[in-house]
């Protein structure tokens, strides 16, 4: 069965389930940190961070290479999805054994022994989190795009709703894990209907199918773990060197903004085909040429906002958190400064030169480094040094993959990057930004006003 669907549908379907869930985390935040007490917010943050982790590993970044040995016609579509699926449930329950063995470790590394009693109740959220990203690799590479869409609609309402009852009703952490995950079963449950009725088995099972699998996907697996310690290595830090309060402080203000990840992965995602093509033929130039506009492009919609955000993080922070998470403001405007950097795609070049290893390379140093920086500068900053360890060291792994890549088309960075484009865009939005924070400044103290100036950055595009 080949690949139905376009390309483009496929794209806009990966784009709109990230997009989704972060998006539901962006607007139930509020809710969360108003309802619950520092100690409950940092626990289940707590928790989240070990789920989150934990599935990731044991998903093996499986869900990257299914669609490969979907497409190989000598392999029975068949016996790949019962195989595959077989071995990320059996993964799903090794995930479990593993937490449930941990959990003494994670209590006393984050000195917090309300896990004790809440990671017992956060097995059934576990184990769901592994086969769902296969079975939606799946789908998308069958090109139920619509069914998929409208699973992610129904999934993260009922997620929403078991959300709403364990606080509102039951004022329980505990029935809240469980609840999230009976949220993913739920999805799980309605992916697999999805699945055509001639694909959809579990009876078969093929050894040197699973090996080889596995074969091709331990590189990306443990380049995806490296990545993943770069992205939480420095809550984990602060977890375990500061209190539970000072963790919610901070994952509270370690904002990921949905619609600006939207942009930058929508405008990647465009470019890579044409990437693709050009390096194919060894046409470097034409890389540079395109990357280049692609940077500007991205820089004119992003840069307006990252200022906008970091100049009124404060304000924005309070009324968006409530006064009790003002320290917060601090890690959002560290955490902003990510987006100057949120402009290229700087994987891609070394990917489809088949140059991998040095991405495993560059972001396992990087979590050495990181893991120094985060020590150093918690201890001196509390959770501020901890987002000054996280920025520093996304800047340098994008830095180092800058560097490879730019060899790699035998160009610069001035010739990519287009610095002094980059300052003018950066100037003109402070520019924009100064009217709107002299009037809240001097004459109106609203936070009305920020939001009513906030379409006033569009004129930087």
Known sequence: MSMSGGKSSKVLALTFANGLNILVNFLTLPYLVRSLSFIEYGT??????IITFLSGFFT???NQVVSVYLSRKDLNQVLVFSTIMRVSFLAGLFSVILLLLLSPIFVNLFSNFELTKLLPFSVLML???IPIPILLSILVYLGKVRQVTLCLIISNFVK??????SIQVYSSLAVLVVGLGLAGLIQLIILLFIVPSNIRNFKLFNGDLARKVFRDATPLAISGVMEK???YLDGIMIAALLTTHEFALYRAGALEMPFISAIYGSVAAIVMPEVARFIANNDYQSVVNIKRRAIKSTSFLIYPIMIYLIVFSKPLIVFYLSEDYTLSAGVFTIFTLTLLIRINDYQDVLILKGKSKYILFASTCMVFINLILNYSLIKYFGIYGGSMAYVLALF????????????????SFIKLFDPVNLIKILILSLMICLPVYLIFKYFIDSIWVIIAGAPSISYCS
């Open 44 to 49: 289940y943050g707590q928790v989240l961070i």
């Open 60 to 62: 093996y970044n499986l």
């Open 127 to 129: 184990v769901f989190q």
């Open 160 to 165: 929403v709703a078991f959300m709403l009852i």
């Open 229 to 231: 310690l770069l992205i």
């Open 396 to 411: 340098g792994f994008a830095g180092v993959l800058s560097f490879l890549g730019i060899r790699m088309m035998h160009t």
